[in-house]
């Protein structure tokens, strides 16, 4: 066993990044699917450290303290981003898209129990392996495997969450860029580039240059530390409640707060561009220290009818995304990078689907509505509609 302390992991998720960025420009593949960086050097470092566990006995443990700081501070930076006065310009698209969301929980839970029930599983496996961790994520697969195996009696359920929510991180990161690809190249909707003009937002161009100062740094990371710790407080105070959310959805809403209480007192008015910088950064090395961290043997010893359930909520993703999500958000290049989008926290987690997005705009082009649209209803809107949805299909006579 080799551990890695904070430190020691940092840097190796500093390297994989930097392999994973030369990886996307060496493999033309990778570069004509929009697979993230994060993705392609992640994956290809847990499947580096899984071979040399089995031919040389060799584990490598990391240190995992700074991954929910850095994945805090990215749902931080998403709230500090969203102006109030711009999600007014998603209008009724914002609905539309809640709406699209929200039915795919039903049809993952809908497939989750039916499959789970024609090869012999308990039902409740159908509902973690559906909205529970695909739409959910690890936080909300932890947290109601806890439910599930002290009320349901469903026995190493939240080891069971955690394995399905990391196959969906994985299929999220691999499968938003193909399925944008195919609907731009086959419907003929080129990107945006040559007729967007409002100035981007903060996760949209993340490899623009950002012309920031050391005060307005400060300034910004102050505000994220802030949003930190009153998520946190505010999580804790929720948790034994009806409203109990997780601590990422409470970060993101303090942080909301503060951008538009601070500017409507017109106190401060904070500078997206510092903002942008550092929620890229935590967005990146968030990706990179949990799909390099991934233990690929944990997922091999899932049984075959759980895998195929895994393998079938996948490819209804696709399908969905392509003949829902795009058409039902106008069938244009907008509706391609929201379908990516859609893929990356439907499987996985809202920071893959920003990834998933970034990977297809940097290719081809902005997509100024997709960036205002996607973090919030992946980030907030679709936890609170989740543990609704979970909770009617709890009602079911057969649970």
């Known amino acids: 066993m080799i551990a890695l302390d904070a430190y020691g992991t940092l840097v190796v998720t500093s390297l994989v990044l930097l392999f994973g960025r030369k990886l996307v420009a060496w493999i033309p593949p990778l570069r004509a699917y929009s697979i993230p960086e994060p993705v392609a050097g992640g994956l290809v470092a847990a499947i580096f450290l899984l071979v040399i566990r089995k031919s040389l006995h060799i584990e490598v443990e990391f240190d995992s303290s700074l991954k929910d700081p850095l994945m805090l501070a990215f749902f931080s930076s998403l709230g500090l981003g969203a102006n109030l006065g711009e999600l007014k310009k998603g209008g009724s698209l914002l609905w539309r898209f809640l709406l699209v969301v929200v039915g795919f929980l039903f049809v993952q839970n809908t497939i989750g129990i039916i499959v789970a029930k024609l090869v012999g599983l308990n039902p409740l496996v159908g509902l973690i392996a559906g909205s529970v961790t695909l739409s959910g994520g690890h936080g909300t697969g932890m947290a109601w495997g806890q439910v599930f195996e002290e009320k349901y009696g469903l026995q190493s359920a939240a080891e069971l969450a955690m394995a399905c929510a990391t196959f969906g991180l994985v299929l999220g990161g691999l499968i938003g860029g193909p399925v944008a690809r195919f609907l731009i190249r086959t419907t003929q909707t080129p990107g945006l580039a040559a007729v967007e003009k409002d100035a981007p937002l903060p996760f949209e161009q993340p490899q623009a240059v950002r012309l920031i100062t050391v005060s307005s740094f400060i300034e910004t990371l102050a505000l994220v530390a802030v949003s930190l710790s009153g998520g946190a407080v505010i999580s804790a105070a929720l948790q034994k409640t009806a409203f109990a959310l997780p601590t990422f959805v409470c970060c993101l809403f303090v942080a909301l ?67 829902v999500t795009f058409r039902a958000m106008g069938k244009n290049y907008d509706a391609a990078v929201l379908a990516a989008g859609h893929c990356g926290f439907g499987l ?19 997509s100024h509505v997709s960036f205002l649209l996607v973090p919030m209803v992946g980030a907030f809107f679709i936890d609170i509609s989740n543990a609704i949805v979970i909770k009617l299909f709890l009602a079911l006579p057969f649970f």
């Open 257 to 323: 707060a503060l951008r538009n209480i601070l500017s409507l007192l017109g106190w401060y008015d904070v500078f997206d561009r510092a903002v942008s910088l550092i929620g890229n950064v935590s967005l990146s090395l968030f990706l990179a220290m949990a799909l390099m961290g991934l233990k690929l043997w944990e997922l091999s010893a899932l049984a075959v009818p759980l895998l195929v359930l895994l393998v079938l909520q996948s490819v209804t993703m696709a399908a969905y995304a392509h003949w």
């Open 348 to 366: 996985g987690a809202t920071p893959t689907a920003v990834a998933n997005m970034q990977a297809i705009t940097d290719r081809f082009g902005p």
